[in-house]
């Protein structure tokens, strides 16, 4: 059924940049907020971001807020999260998660996808 297929991470540099993206299928994207969320390695779980379901509104942890943007293409069925100016405490799994309904409530994120790893290290 629901199906998030991230992609995009790498290794980088510390102040470089990757964009990541994920995939939707399974349900109809454009009628729901989507977030990414990360987890370092013997870390908990850090929401990172959120986007309601059309786009016009973006919420960012503090940790990544004016580094990171967020955004989505509905007619691709693609979430996108730029990284920019990376630090080392950026490393993590990155995720894909689709909230239940349109609007970005932190915490109620689900269907996560399979993540994909970025690591910023020099």
């Known amino acids: 059924e629901v199906r998030l297929v991230e992609s995009g991470g790498g290794l980088v540099q510390p102040g470089g940049s990757l964009r990541l993206s994920c995939t939707a299928s399974g349900f109809t994207f454009s009628a729901y907020a989507m977030s990414w969320v990360r987890q370092a390695p013997g870390k908990g779980l850090e929401w990172v971001s959120g986007i309601n379901s059309g786009g016009g509104s973006t919420y960012y942890a503090d940790s990544v807020k004016g580094r990171f943007t967020i955004s989505r293409d509905n007619a691709k069925n693609t979430l996108y999260l730029q990284l920019n100016s990376l630090k080392t405490e950026d490393t993590a799994r990155y995720y894909c998660?689709?909230?239940?309904?349109?609007?970005?409530?932190?915490?109620?994120?689900?269907?996560w996808g399979q993540g994909t790893q970025v690591t910023v290290s020099s």
């Open positions: 998660a689709k909230h239940p309904g349109f609007l970005v409530v932190v915490g109620t994120e689900k269907y």
